[in-house]
C-alpha cells in the first residue's frame, strides 16, 4: 500500500516520503479498514515536527517510533479479525486517536475498541473525517466547564478545526458568542452561530469592554494575565496550548484555590464519547464540520506545509481513495 512516512522530526516538507509499505496485518481483537479520507491537522503537525518536546515522550524521544503518521480517518471495514464482534465487514466508519492511528496511508488497523463510529448514512467520507480532530477538542472545553443558556463566551481564533467546532456547540447550549475572525471569515462564522465577531485583523480582542463567563482560546494565542480583565469575578480561562513555559498546565492547578477566576486545562479525553456525540449531532443538522481545502493523496506533504502557515480555516481533508474504487 502507498502511505506518508517519516524517520526524523523536522519541516513536513523536509522529511516526508510518500512510499510502498506492506499493508497492516490486523489482530483478533482488531479491524481492517480501507482508507478514503483524512485530514491533515494541527495535532498531526505539532507531532511529526515534535514542536512541544513533550510529545515525544509517547511518540519516541530522538526519532517516531511509528513511522506512518495520521490521527483520524473515514473508511470501509474490509477485513476483522476473530474477535471482533461490534462491528462487521462493509462497515462505513470514522475515527480519532491523537496518539497516531497511521491514517495517512491508504489502509489501517485499529481495535474495534478505540475510538471509531459508524458514518451517518447520508455523509461524505471527506465530511466525516473533518468531523473527528478539532470536534473532539471542541467537546473537551465545553466538559471542562458548567454552561448555562444566556452565558457569554468569547472564542478566540473560530476560524480553526477546533474554533468553528466550538461556535457551533455553544450555539447549540444557547450561548451568547463573540468570536474572532479574519475579515473573509466574519460570514462564515456568523452562519456557525456567534453573535458578535470581533475583525482580529481590526483589532485587539483583549481591549473590549464586555466581560464573560469564559473565554476560549482555541488557538493558543493568548494569555490567561492579557484574558482575565475581560472574565467575570468567577470567569474561566481555557487554552488550548500550555502558554509560556507551561503556565496555563500551572495555572490550572493554582487557580482553583483561590475564590475567583480560574484556568482550566482541557486534557484532551473520552474520544470514543465525543464521536458518538457528533455522529448524534451531525445526524440532528446540529453540527457540520467546515472544510477549508481537499487535497489528493498524492499531495499530501503539501497539505502539511498549508497547515504549518497558520492559515487554513476550519479543516484540511486528503482525498486518500474514490468511492468507486474497490477494496
Same mark, same amino acid.
Given at each position: 500500500? !502507498?502511505?506518508?512516512?517519516?524517520e526524523?522530526? $523536522? ?5 516526508f516520503?510518500?512510499?510502498? %509499505?506492506?499493508?497492516?496485518?490486523? !489482530?483478533?481483537n ?9 485530514? #491533515?491537522?494541527?495535532?498531526?503537525? $505539532?507531532?511529526?515536527?515534535a514542536?512541544? &518536546?513533550?510529545?515525544?515522550? @509517547?511518540? =519516541?524521544? &530522538?526519532r ?5 503518521? $495520521?490521527?483520524?480517518f ?5 477485513k ?12 462505513? %466508519?470514522? =475515527?480519532?486517536?491523537?496518539e497516531?492511528l497511521?491514517?495517512?496511508?491508504? +489502509?489501517? *488497523? /485499529?481495535?474495534?475498541?478505540?475510538? /471509531?463510529?459508524?458514518i ?6 471527506? *465530511?466525516?473525517a ?11 472545553? /465545553?466538559y471542562k ?7 457569554? %463566551?468569547?472564542?478566540?481564533g473560530?476560524? =480553526?478545526?477546533?474554533g468553528s ?7 447549540n447550549?444557547?450561548l451568547?458568542v ?12 456568523e ?10 485583523t481590526?483589532?485587539d ?8 463567563? @469564559?473565554? &476560549?482560546?482555541t488557538v493558543?494565542?493568548s494569555? @490567561?494575565s492579557?484574558c482575565?480583565?475581560?472574565l467575570?469575578?468567577?470567569g474561566?480561562?481555557?487554552s ?6 507551561? *503556565? ?6 493554582t487557580?482553583p ?7 482550566? @486545562?482541557? %486534557?484532551?479525553?473520552k474520544i ?8 448524534q449531532?451531525i445526524?440532528? =443538522?446540529?453540527f457540520?464540520?467546515?472544510i477549508?481545502?481537499? +487535497?489528493s493523496?498524492?499531495?499530501?506533504i503539501?497539505?502539511?506545509d +498549508? #497547515? ?5 480555516? $476550519? ?13
Amino acid at each position: 500500500m !502507498k502511505a506518508l512516512t517519516y524517520e526524523n522530526y $523536522g519541516k513536513p516538507s523536509s522529511i516526508f516520503k510518500l512510499k510502498d %509499505v506492506d499493508n497492516p496485518l490486523p !489482530k483478533e481483537n482488531e479491524i481492517l479498514v480501507k482508507v478514503y479520507a483524512t485530514t #491533515v491537522n494541527r495535532t498531526d503537525e $505539532g507531532l511529526v515536527t515534535a514542536r512541544y &518536546f513533550v510529545s515525544r515522550l @509517547f511518540t =519516541g524521544i &530522538f526519532r517516531p517510533k511509528n513511522q506512518v503518521p $495520521g490521527t483520524d480517518f473515514a473508511g470501509e471495514i474490509i477485513k476483522k479479525g476473530s474477535n471482533v464482534s461490534t462491528l462487521n465487514v462493509g462497515d462505513k %466508519v470514522f =475515527g480519532f486517536n491523537d496518539e497516531i492511528l497511521s491514517s495517512h496511508a491508504e +489502509y489501517l *488497523s /485499529i481495535d474495534e475498541g478505540a475510538g /471509531i463510529v459508524h458514518i451517518p448514512n447520508g455523509l461524505s467520507y471527506e *465530511s466525516a473525517a473533518a468531523s473527528c480532530e478539532g470536534a473532539h477538542y471542541a467537546l473537551n472545553f /465545553i466538559y471542562k466547564v458548567k454552561l448555562l443558556k444566556g452565558q457569554k %463566551v468569547l472564542v478566540n481564533g473560530a476560524t =480553526g478545526a477546533i474554533g468553528s467546532a466550538v461556535v457551533q456547540l455553544l450555539r447549540n447550549e444557547g450561548l451568547e458568542v463573540t468570536a474572532t475572525a479574519n475579515t473573509k471569515n466574519i460570514a462564515l462564522i456568523e452562519s456557525l452561530g456567534a453573535t458578535r465577531v470581533i475583525d482580529y485583523t481590526k483589532e485587539d480582542f483583549t481591549k473590549v469592554s464586555d466581560t464573560y463567563d @469564559f473565554i &476560549f482560546d482555541t488557538v493558543g494565542k493568548s494569555t @490567561f494575565s492579557k484574558c482575565k480583565l475581560l472574565l467575570k469575578p468567577k470567569g474561566i480561562y481555557i487554552s488550548s496550548e500550555l502558554g509560556p513555559y507551561g *503556565s496555563n498546565v500551572w495555572l490550572s492547578l493554582t487557580t482553583p484555590l483561590m475564590d475567583g477566576k480560574r484556568v482550566k @486545562f482541557p %486534557v484532551p479525553r473520552k474520544i470514543k464519547q465525543s464521536l458518538k456525540l457528533i455522529k448524534q449531532l451531525i445526524r440532528e =443538522g446540529r453540527f457540520t464540520a467546515v472544510i477549508d481545502r481537499t +487535497y489528493s493523496f498524492d499531495a499530501i506533504i503539501e497539505a502539511y506545509d +498549508y #497547515v504549518a502557515s497558520g492559515q487554513k480555516t $476550519g479543516n484540511v481533508v486528503i482525498k486518500v481513495a474514490n468511492e468507486e474504487d474497490m477494496a
